[in-house]
């Protein structure tokens, strides 16, 4: 970091990852000057930064929470009831809001006034270190605006702490540094949790017009007037003609599969056919219709709502579509949201580059192959260290079982029979609190439809995040056995100390699905590296095994046994060289206990 490098660092869960990434930005930092910026993906992780800030307790270190309009302005929601609402339009929503009230009309925004700027909400905010939604408890309490009093306190603060999402729109970076008053060369940021980052920035450059999309432009357009966007077509005229080609698409291209690969120029190209009409006269609809929605959301503005425009993101995704970058975008056609196109961004490192301007600490449990991630990311020329396993050996078990298999042609009526029977066994004899990973929900619906005891706990598709919240807390307190599906919301990034977690079944390899993005990332990084099956399949797999393994141990007194039922687990000894193969899962497990007792 002080030879102004980017440095990768994988360090088992438990092992400090965040008091260490933070003490390393400080103290690279000692007379240099720079600011911190701390990103994290979820609201979990932003609470152990603040608390870990507070046990520092260092009183140079001015620290606070930032996120989005979207979670940090009261009036929008108070006004808003539906819908979503992207950072652009919520931005120039607030900005008309302010303007008035320094016009001289207070009732524009309520929470707009003396007390954002006052130094009693700026010293509130540096010695409470209260998280986003603490705040924004505060904020409405006390009528100020969080979102504004945060951005008046950034001027005083050396550390920032923000998601992802929020620092990878390159928009609303640019506009939060230029309000902190960094530059990106005077920035450290510290990348928590990175494994996530390839898939966090495929997520945020991708982008897709659903049929859904259309409908809500189509009405939208009819509530303003629909205009006739050319001689004899009118807005909606020109919705149903991008609806139909891509139903018409859909129809003619997919099949029984649920998303197909296609060219960029078939939407156009079909819809010249389809419609009669030249590429020209196609680009000059788009064009017009762009003004619609501009004018759209300047009549929304008007009447004080959030100027969002569904015709003017369908417009601009349009256009976009027009000239996206073929080496790194696929267009994807699925069935989602009542049929789709989709621009799915192959190579994550475009969105990151931005990144690279500063000196960037990339912290995880689970990076390694770290070379294959930093390929992925576009950080070549990082340093890296890998922090061996620091807790008792004896402590942790990772075994494998051949007996059983969810690959996709041997998992028929006996193949689920067979998993069924392993589970069934071993989540009845072990009694701690068990953890069983599904590589799809379409697998833990399959096994456990099988039947088992009513008090066993399901992490279900459709389960709400607060739901979700109550059940783990019951299962913490003693639950026993809950099923959940790899790379979901509990396989990632919840902490189950001492005895809330103690066995983990892995039901199965979680392989990507085959799906047509999936195949593009393969033939994308199988032409750029040469490594496709590598980079697209091994990698995203080693990193879910080994987070979901990773769930036992948060230090060296936790105890914990993994069981892998799956004979495809040995092409990963490679990567979790301490699994060893077991021919009686069951006895292999309660020896492991019996014997862990024995110690304790
Ligand atoms: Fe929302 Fe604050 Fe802007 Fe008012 S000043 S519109 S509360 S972000």
Not at 144 to 170: G, M, R
Not at 286 to 300: D, H, P, Q, S
């Amino acid at each position: 970091l002080k030879k102004k490098q980017s440095v990768a660092i994988e360090s088992p869960t438990g092992s400090g990852k965040t008091i260490m990434g933070l003490l390393s930005a400080i103290r690279s930092n000692e007379n240099q000057g720079k600011k911190i910026l701390y990103l994290t993906r979820t609201n979990s992780q932003q609470e152990q930064v603040i608390n870990e800030l507070r046990s520092i307790g260092n009183r140079d270190i001015k620290a606070v929470v930032i996120q989005g309009r979207s979670n940090m302005c009261p009036l929008y929601r108070e006004l808003e009831t539906e819908g979503e609402f992207d950072s652009e339009s919520l931005s120039r929503f607030c900005s008309m809001r302010k303007k008035k009230v320094m016009e001289g009309d207070k009732d524009a925004c309520h929470y707009f006034n003396w007390k954002v700027r006052d130094p009693s909400t700026s010293q509130y905010l540096f010695s409470q270190l209260p998280t986003a939604e603490e705040f924004y408890i505060y904020g409405t309490e006390n009528n100020l605006c969080p979102y504004e009093s945060v951005k008046f306190a950034l001027k005083d603060a050396n550390l920032v702490i923000a998601p992802y999402a929020f620092f990878l729109n390159y928009g609303v970076a640019n506009r939060f540094l230029n309000h902190w008053g960094v530059s990106r060369e005077e920035l450290i940021i510290i990348l928590d949790e990175a494994h996530n980052l390839p898939d966090l920035a495929r997520n945020a450059s991708s982008f897709r017009i659903s049929t859904n999309l259309v409908n809500s432009a189509e009405k939208e357009s009819l509530d303003y007037g629909d205009i006739e966007l050319m001689e004899r077509i009118r807005s909606t005229d020109l919705m149903e003609m991008i609806r139909n080609t891509i139903m018409d698409l859909i129809r003619d291209r997919i099949g029984e599969r649920d998303e197909v690969r296609i060219k960029f120029q078939d939407l156009r190209e079909n819809m010249m056919i389809a419609n009669s009409m030249s590429s020209e006269k196609y680009g000059n609809l788009i064009t017009y219709l762009n003004i619609f929605g501009e004018y759209i959301a300047g009549e929304k503005e008007k009447k004080g709502h959030v100027p969002r425009s569904s015709v003017f993101s369908l417009s601009n995704y349009l256009m976009s579509w027009e000239t996206v970058d073929e080496e790194k975008f696929v267009a994807v056609l699925s069935k989602q949201r009542n049929g789709q196109i989709e621009a799915f961004c192959m190579d994550p490192s475009v969105l990151l580059n931005p990144l690279r301007e500063s000196r960037t600490i990339h912290m995880s449990g689970t990076l390694s192959p770290i070379d294959v991630y930093l390929n992925v990311t576009g950080f070549q020329d990082s340093s890296s260290r890998v922090i061996p396993y620091m807790f008792p050996r004896e402590n942790l078990s990772v075994m494998y079982y051949e007996g059983t298999t969810t690959k996709y042609d041997e998992f028929d009526e006996g193949g689920a029979s067979r998993l069924y029977e392993q589970i069934r066994s071993l989540t009845s004899a072990i009694h701690r609190n068990t953890i069983v990973f599904f590589p799809s929900y379409n697998v833990l619906d399959r096994i456990y439809s099988m039947g088992f005891p009513s008090d066993v706990m399901v992490e279900s598709r459709n389960k709400t995040q607060s739901d979700l919240m109550e059940m783990i807390s019951k299962f913490r307190k003693g639950g026993r056995t809950l099923f959940a599906v790899s790379g979901g919301r509990i396989a990632e990034g919840m902490n189950f100390p001492g005895n809330q977690l103690e066995f983990v079944i892995i039901a199965g390899i979680p392989y990507p699905r085959p799906d047509a993005k999936q195949d593009s990332i393969y033939r994308y990084y199988d032409r750029v590296f040469g490594k496709g099956w590598e980079y697209a399949v091994t990698y995203p797999t080693v990193i879910k095994i080994k987070q979901e393994i990773g769930r036992l141990i948060r230090n060296e007194t936790d105890i914990g046994m993994a069981m892998i039922l799956d004979k495809r687990a040995r092409y990963f000894k490679k990567y979790i060289p301490e699994m060893k193969l077991s021919q009686t899962p069951l006895q292999d497990c309660q020896d492991f206990f019996m014997e862990a007792a024995r110690r304790q």
